[in-house]
């Protein structure tokens, strides 16, 4: 006889409470790589200011440390492409007037390509033992990846999101994912944006007519609901 299944546990969060399932939600961190978050980088090369996303550092490690606590599983993106750019379209590497471009060498190495100092994960956050790590061409983490057969091979219906930036790869993840039938939360302090408004602006729009992408929730509702959950439950 199987199991009878965890008691989901509720999440406060917006526009209502997340029913947060202990045996089917995955952590999914989005792209917290040095080339979006250090000096010298993708991000810079665009002209931002990084500096504004060092603030989801500490609150996505929180999270990390949590879900590890319960062993639950943790996806780790990283938007990167091959050494030959052949999973690069030129609309992408030629879009804008950057300083550098994809593939162009930068201060950390070539700007995100795969192998190279800048596309690795920054080392507070670098991925442990046994943890999916997906490299995406694209913005979204599902679109030319195995990042839906992850899911599915690790029985997960839910997915818990932090990283960068807000409304660019996240939100384009959380859509991916809303239109795939997953439940998605963003965790309000553990995402950020070159461009705080934009933040601002997509987690009510996440939020907007009823939840219409998924749920957005502060932090400390997150931990606090994970420190309900059974010992070992996944
Ligand atoms: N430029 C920007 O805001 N973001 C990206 O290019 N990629 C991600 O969001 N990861």
Redesign the pocket.
């Known amino acids: 006889m199987t199991p009878p299944a965890p008691p989901r546990l509720a999440v406060r969060a917006r526009p209502f409470d997340f029913a947060l399932d202990p045996g089917r939600a995955a952590l999914v961190v989005?792209?917290m790589q040095r080339d979006?978050v250090e000096p010298g980088g993708?991000?810079a090369a665009?002209g931002?200011d990084v500096a504004l996303l060092a603030s989801a550092i500490a609150p996505t490690r929180a999270l990390l440390d949590a879900w590890r606590a319960r062993g639950w599983p943790v996806v780790h993106t990283r938007?990167s492409h091959a050494p030959d750019l052949s999973d690069c379209p030129p609309a992408k590497r030629d879009r804008g007037s950057p300083a550098l471009r994809i593939g162009d060498p930068g201060p950390m190495g070539r700007l995100l390509v795969r192998g190279e100092p800048g596309c690795e994960i920054v080392p507070e956050l670098a991925p442990a033992p046994g943890e999916v790590v997906i490299d995406k061409p694209g913005?979204g983490a599902f679109f030319a990846t195995p990042l839906q057969a992850e899911l599915q091979r690790l029985g997960v219906t839910q997915l818990v999101f932090a990283?960068?930036?807000t409304?660019?790869?996240?939100q384009t993840t959380m859509r991916e994912a809303n239109d795939r039938g997953y439940e998605a939360l963003l965790v309000e302090e553990a995402t950020a944006?070159?461009l705080p408004a934009f933040k601002a602006a997509t987690i009510e729009m996440i939020v907007a007519q009823g939840g219409i992408v998924g749920w957005v929730a502060p932090l400390a509702a997150v931990l606090d609901a994970l420190a309900h959950a059974p010992a070992g439950a996944r």
């Open positions: 989005i792209d979006f993708f991000g665009l931002n938007e913005k990283g960068v930036t409304e660019v790869c996240v944006s070159y």
